[in-house]
Nanobody
């Protein structure tokens, strides 16, 4: 069993930055693909970034490409999402998730464990 806890959300002005962290307990994350998803009110939960167990060739949604960076520190059992140049449309609850799939899974159904989410609000 893997427990995931996100932190780092908050309120920021447009153009600002935030760094989200996802800490795991219960089991090492080194064998999992790790994804960050977000869900805005009234919208579907969408995948924004995924990093494979080895950390190579991460996936980014087009809407965040060039602004967000996903990284992982397997020794610290932690995954990060650095968010720069934030826009009001980035406002959402952000979730991290762990998946046994190794090919940069982007579908919610491919993920086995989820965190509780952290709110990110970007003001204009």
């Amino acid at each position: 069993q893997v427990q995931l806890v996100e932190s780092g959300g908050g309120l920021v002005q447009a153009g600002g930055s935030l760094r989200l962290s996802c800490a795991a307990t219960g089991r090492s994350l080194s064998s999992y693909s790790m994804g960050w998803f977000r869900q805005a009110p009234g919208k579907e939960r969408e995948c924004v970034a995924v990093v494979s167990p080895g950390g190579r060739n991460p996936y980014y949604a087009d809407s965040v490409k060039g602004r967000f960076t996903i990284s992982r520190d397997n020794a610290k059992h932690t995954v990060y999402l650095q968010m720069n140049s934030l826009k009001p449309e980035d406002t959402a609850v952000y979730y991290c998730a762990a998946s046994w799939y190794n090919n940069n899974p982007v579908s919610r159904v491919q993920y086995n464990y989820w965190g509780q989410g952290t709110q990110v609000t970007v003001s204009s």
